[in-house]
């Protein structure tokens, strides 16, 4: 553990000091990548200050579950969520079989080297809005905290699924980086309350698709006030895990190297 945790470094330091060696250029990305993450909730904001609401939920509680979904996407993005270009990048030049003669397995060096330092950007974004949010809301309980932390694990977890998916799809899907929309197009639920939307579409974000695990479902744990299908979302979030390892793995015995 102590030898993979001392290579995960060494592959951070050296994705971060190749980034720092243009800084203007990796500031101004950090920046963008901020900016970006900031648009819904500045959205959220005109709405509330215009006079409409999410029903049920106040402006704070409302960014709150958006804050706990950008922060989950802020660690995921560059701690492991590189996993999905440089997945793709590396089949479609050739050198994805460099990381199968490794003698680390094929997914945690595809972790290392695709640590993304500019996207600590969206960690600074969603750390930001957390902590507003949250300052501005009855502080939880020792209860509410560790459940929430439980469960924000487990929207890692989660990330982490979609990631491999999304890795394991560009193995075969050669060269093409619209798994991004895939993956923003879904996920987008998890910005809002579940409970605005429909009936259906709640029990489809919550219990089919893991969605509101990335942020309602924690922000109302840490709320006081968990979600009828909180237990459910847990269970399918675990079977989510295993299942895009599952994919992974296949995917994986599917991969053509450019020699074959």
């Not at 945790?5 to 920046?31: H, Q, W």
């Not at 199968?100 to 997914?107: A, D, G, R």
């Amino acid at each position: 553990m102590r030898n993979n945790i001392r290579i995960y470094l060494v592959g951070a330091k050296t994705a971060l000091a190749s980034r720092m060696a243009y800084r203007a250029d990796f500031f101004m990305s950090m920046l963008i990548m901020l900016l970006v993450e900031m648009a819904a909730p500045l959205i959220t904001i005109m709405i509330y200050q215009n006079g409409a609401t999410f029903p049920g939920w106040t402006m704070y509680e409302a960014l709150l579950i958006q804050g706990v979904f950008l922060l989950g996407k802020g660690i995921a993005a560059p701690f492991f969520f590189g996993i999905v270009w440089n997945t793709i990048e590396r089949v479609q030049n050739g050198t994805f079989d460099l990381l199968m003669i490794k003698p680390k397995s094929v997914l945690f060096m595809a972790i290392v080297t695709g640590f993304d330092a500019e996207d600590l950007g969206k960690l600074i974004g969603g750390t930001t809005l957390f902590t507003l949010a949250l300052s501005r809301l009855p502080m939880p309980g020792l209860g509410e905290w560790l459940q929430f932390l439980l469960l924000f694990l487990l929207t890692l977890a989660v990330l982490f699924g979609y990631g491999l998916i999304l890795a394991g799809l560009g193995i075969v899907w050669i060269g093409n980086f619209r798994v991004y929309q895939i993956f923003e197009s879904i996920t987008n639920f998890g910005l809002y309350p579940a409970a605005i939307f429909s009936k259906p579409l709640q029990t489809v974000i919550t219990l089919v698709i893991p969605v509101a695990i990335l942020g309602s479902v924690p922000a109302t744990v840490l709320l006081g006030r968990p979600s009828a299908g909180t237990i459910g979302a847990v269970g399918v979030g675990l079977l989510f895990l295993l299942f895009s390892l599952g994919f992974w793995r296949w995917m994986l015995k599917k991969y053509t190297s450019v020699g074959g």
